[in-house]
């Protein structure tokens, strides 16, 4: 059979289409978000070869309008994760002997099928299901997905094409192995990409996998799987199951195949599910690799020469995009005292500005939380700054879910560094802020480096470079992604590789490389031309 070294195409980051008045896209994802939300769907388990259904159908409905049903899902139970696992078993050993190259251009495919005939749908049902803007869901599910899947076969090849030196009379070889077993990916609501990409990227790398996406985003999750199907994924290579968490956990944690978990979530279940691994890890034929980016607790912090309206734009955008449900989200702010009259205006009046409602209205800036058990958490948070003498809330802290899950967003302004909202993360449309003495800039910095247990992201507003040094100096372990005069969101593939450490997660930055690297593993390959004879050294020699 010929064999080549190729080049794939170079990737460059998806251009944003800006759903402009009298844009094409602006009127097919109109007609698009129409026709979804007019028909109810009935979404199977994705088993090997099989499109599962069941007697067990769970409701599926936008958080902005929670009594309208887009339809239903299946839900499954240990049998189907059992059933998930033998399919990825059994399709393992033919992707992983699959010809890199052949891996390449059926993700490369995928990509051009999101940017073109599947934009709209991916983009409407992230809307539907997830209560995103068209910018939110244009930036996700469009644009960070096929940067995703590009840049990671542009990294694959890296990966490959890196080899040893060998000394003469030797050849020395490095290949790059899928793991051995099957690879867990569980999938978080947020990110339409991240859903994509947590199955996708060991499945580049020649794993097998089964998924569990969260329940709220399995609508727009079974695009994915129809455009994997369509670019020509086989059947058992991506498995997708709807069960309930510790059903699932307990199949996939005591079952030999375990060969790793790529997980984006909560830092409770994250830990819980590395305890689970370490408890059983003498089940596994190999130690399992775990990757996995949790949760976070957003800082910016500002300096005394920083620009106040860069600062309150940072604020706004960083805190109140998607309604404060990105990792990343900006969640507490440190705001020196000469500047925040300011900044408090220039907030405040983006505040008035803000329009609230349903994502299918385009003048909307911000939508409904993910569903009623957030809602719920949110609000306590928020009625509890209203009962503190220790916490203002200036702007926001109105909450009604009588149609949706919508919360207004908030700025509470605390007294106390440690006040509870300035540690906790809440995951909604709320923003801490203290205020700070001018002149105490370096103490401001301990606060940041030592309130919360997360190290995700963070930003440093500035005009003096020496406290911007300073800055990324003292805070060099509090944010796995750092931001000079920028908010604290909005990492791109190829660009920003993001993920956090501490409890953020392990760091493993998806869209880089390093990502790709944790899903194989290496073997090498020495081979030696003219072996020796003798056993004997020449040292051995007394004349």
């Known amino acids: 059979m010929p064999k080549g070294i190729y080049a794939v195409p170079v990737p460059e980051n998806e251009p944003v289409l800006s759903y402009a008045p009298g844009s094409p896209e602006k009127a097919e994802l109109k007609a698009e978000l129409k026709a979804m939300r007019g028909k109810k769907i009935d979404v199977p388990m994705y088993i090997g070869s099989e499109l599962v259904t069941t007697e067990n159908k769970k409701r599926m409905a936008p958080p902005h309008d929670h009594k309208h049903t887009l339809g239903h899902f299946n839900y499954g139970d240990a049998s189907h994760v059992e059933q998930a696992i033998n399919a990825a078993m059994g399709a393992k050993q033919a992707w992983a002997e699959l010809s890199w190259e052949h891996r390449a251009s059926i993700f490369l495919k995928a990509a051009d099928l999101v940017a073109g005939p599947y934009r709209a749908k991916i983009n409407a049902s992230t809307m539907l299901a997830q209560s995103k803007n068209p910018f939110q869901a244009e930036i996700d599910a469009a644009c960070e997905y096929i940067d995703f899947l590009k840049f990671n076969v542009d990294f694959m090849t890296q990966i490959y094409a890196e080899q040893p030196e060998s000394a003469p009379g030797m050849w020395n070889r490095l290949e790059h192995r899928p793991l051995e077993g099957f690879v867990f990916a569980l999938t978080p609501f947020n990110f339409t990409s991240i859903a994509g990409n947590l199955p996708a ?301 501490r409890a953020s997660g392990t760091n493993d930055k998806a869209g880089s490389m390093l990502n790709l690297l944790r899903w194989v593993s290496p073997r090498t390959i020495k081979e030696t031309f003219n072996p020796p004879k003798d056993y004997r050294y020449p040292f051995m020699e007394e004349k």
Request: include cysteine; hydrophobic fraction near 40%.
């Open 201 to 501: 990227a060991p499945a580049m790398m020649g794993n097998t996998v089964v998924w569990k996406p969260a329940e709220s985003q399995v609508y727009s999750a079974q695009i994915l799987m129809e455009i994997f199907r369509e670019a020509g994924v086989p059947d058992g290579v991506i498995n997708m199951v709807y069960v309930d968490g510790p059903v699932a956990g307990e199949v996939v944690f005591n079952h030999k195949d375990f060969g790793g978990l790529h997980f984006t979530g909560s830092t409770g279940v994250f830990q819980h599910l590395w305890k689970t691994i370490g408890e059983n890890i003498s089940k596994y034929k190999s130690y399992p690799r775990i990757v996995g980016e949790t949760g976070g607790k957003d800082f910016i912090i500002a300096h005394k020469s920083a620009d106040a309206k860069a600062l309150a734009t940072a604020i706004t955008r960083g805190a109140f995009e998607f309604q404060g449900q990105k990792c990343s989200a900006a969640s507490r702010a440190y705001i020196p005292d000469n500047i925040w009259k300011e900044v408090k205006d220039y907030i405040i009046e983006d505040h008035k500005s803000i329009k609230m409602g349903s994502p299918e209205d385009f003048t909307n800036f911000f939508n409904a939380v993910i569903d009623e058990k957030a809602f719920d958490k949110i609000s306590k948070y928020i009625d509890a700054a209203k009962e503190s003498n220790m916490a203002e809330i200036i702007a926001g802290g109105n909450y009604d879910k009588s149609e949706g899950y919508f919360i207004q967003p908030t700025i509470i302004v605390a007294k106390d560094p440690m006040f509870t909202t300035m540690c906790e993360e809440i995951f909604g449309p709320v923003i801490t802020i203290y205020v700070y003495q001018a002149e105490r800039f370096e103490e401001a910095l301990e606060l940041v480096d030592s309130t919360s247990p997360y190290a995700l992201t963070g930003a440093i507003f500035s005009q003096d470079r020496y406290a911007i040094e300073l800055a990324t100096k003292k805070l060099v372990n509090a944010a796995g992604n750092f931001y000079i005069n920028d908010k604290p969101t909005g990492a791109v593939v190829g660009q920003q590789p993001f993920g956090g450490s």
